[in-house]
């Protein structure tokens, strides 16, 4: 929902029935009351104003102007200003009088509320659906550090990195889970880890790094190697090896090596630890 009416919303005799009641069974109503004679209300009401666009429309901000609204007012039982009340299914089910902090408005409307992650985190399980493993990693790693690394998130993220064989950053991201939320789902994915490793690469990568073994100075080789790494999903190994050749020779094929590595980085996606890590060590070789 983007429509600011479809988050924050002046409740009169008109819309009052509607809004705060049958509304309620479709999403939380966040009721305000309010006046212009109120300071508590001109300091809290931005305060709401601003949760509630950040949940763009995970529940509706409903500002009552009790001066204005007396009926409505006397409805809720509304004895002093400003007053907040959280109304479920018809319901007020919690709420708060008087003047509070943005935490600890926060902290009471979290127990009604999606949190911020959710989102992400179901966008990047759709993503994962189509197979496109590239997309939701991005979303993934938001939902992963907005969360303080929650545990369902961090055991999708690392079954992300590893459909994208960035099994390197899948096992850190394993290993940052406490041993008492070891569970069978992390038992799995750690499997999953050494599966991969151990298995077989292609032909043609497995004749690119023998041939590179004996000759390990072979730059047109190892850009060769590279690119069988990039196709096969193998990210960091192809950058890996790109780098190594920008080291030995920054205009290694005319920039045609510079470009490819660019482009491998940027086929990352912004934000990326990854993409990040190869642009410092870029950005050491040229300044």
């Given at each position: 929902m983007n429509a600011a009416?479809?988050?924050?919303?002046?409740?009169?005799?008109?819309?009052?029935?509607?809004?705060?009641?049958?509304?309620?069974?479709?999403?939380?109503?966040?009721?305000?009351?309010?006046?212009?004679?109120?300071?508590?209300?001109?300091?809290?009401?931005?305060?709401?104003?601003?949760?509630?666009?950040?949940?763009?429309?995970?529940?509706?901000?409903?500002?009552?102007?009790?001066?204005?609204?007396?009926?409505?007012?006397?409805?809720?039982?509304?004895?002093?200003?400003?007053?907040?009340?959280?109304?479920?299914?018809?319901?007020?089910?919690?709420?708060?009088?008087?003047?509070?902090?943005?935490?600890?408005?926060?902290?009471?409307?979290?127990?009604?509320?999606?949190?911020?992650?959710?989102?992400?985190?179901?966008?990047?399980?759709?993503a994962m659906a189509n197979g496109d493993f590239g997309a939701a990693l991005g979303t993934l790693r938001q939902a992963w550090e907005d969360s303080g690394q929650e545990h369902e998130i961090t055991l999708a993220y690392a079954h992300c990195l590893i459909e994208a064989t960035r099994l390197d950053e899948a096992e850190q991201v394993l290993d940052t889970v406490r041993l008492a939320d070891q569970d069978p789902t992390w038992e799995q994915l750690k499997a999953q880890v050494t599966l991969k490793r151990e298995a077989a690469k292609s032909p043609e990568i497995e004749a690119l790094e023998q041939q590179l073994e004996q000759d390990p100075d072979n730059r047109e080789l190892r850009a060769q190697l590279a690119v069988a790494y990039s196709g096969n999903g193998y990210a960091r190994e192809a950058l890996e090896n790109l780098f190594l050749i920008l080291k030995a020779d920054i205009n290694h094929a005319d920039g045609a090596t510079k470009k490819s590595f660019l482009d491998a980085i940027a086929s990352l996606g912004k934000g990326d630890p990854l993409a990040a890590e190869y642009q410092r060590k870029l950005y050491s070789l040229l300044y």
């Amino acid at each position: 929902m983007n429509a600011a009416a479809d988050i924050i919303v002046d409740i009169d005799e008109t819309n009052a029935a509607r809004l705060l009641i049958e509304e309620s069974h479709q999403r939380p109503v966040v009721v305000d009351f309010w006046a212009d004679w109120c300071e508590p209300c001109k300091v809290l009401m931005p305060v709401l104003e601003k949760i509630a666009n950040e949940y763009n429309g995970a529940f509706l901000l409903a500002k009552v102007n009790a001066d204005q609204q007396q009926m409505i007012t006397q409805q809720f039982g509304v004895r002093s200003l400003p007053t907040v009340m959280v109304i479920q299914d018809g319901q007020p089910v919690d709420g708060f009088a008087g003047a509070q902090s943005e935490a600890q408005v926060r902290e009471m409307l979290a127990k009604y509320l999606p949190k911020p992650w959710d989102g992400l985190l179901q966008m990047a399980q759709e993503a994962m659906a189509n197979g496109d493993f590239g997309a939701a990693l991005g979303t993934l790693r938001q939902a992963w550090e907005d969360s303080g690394q929650e545990h369902e998130i961090t055991l999708a993220y690392a079954h992300c990195l590893i459909e994208a064989t960035r099994l390197d950053e899948a096992e850190q991201v394993l290993d940052t889970v406490r041993l008492a939320d070891q569970d069978p789902t992390w038992e799995q994915l750690k499997a999953q880890v050494t599966l991969k490793r151990e298995a077989a690469k292609s032909p043609e990568i497995e004749a690119l790094e023998q041939q590179l073994e004996q000759d390990p100075d072979n730059r047109e080789l190892r850009a060769q190697l590279a690119v069988a790494y990039s196709g096969n999903g193998y990210a960091r190994e192809a950058l890996e090896n790109l780098f190594l050749i920008l080291k030995a020779d920054i205009n290694h094929a005319d920039g045609a090596t510079k470009k490819s590595f660019l482009d491998a980085i940027a086929s990352l996606g912004k934000g990326d630890p990854l993409a990040a890590e190869y642009q410092r060590k870029l950005y050491s070789l040229l300044y």
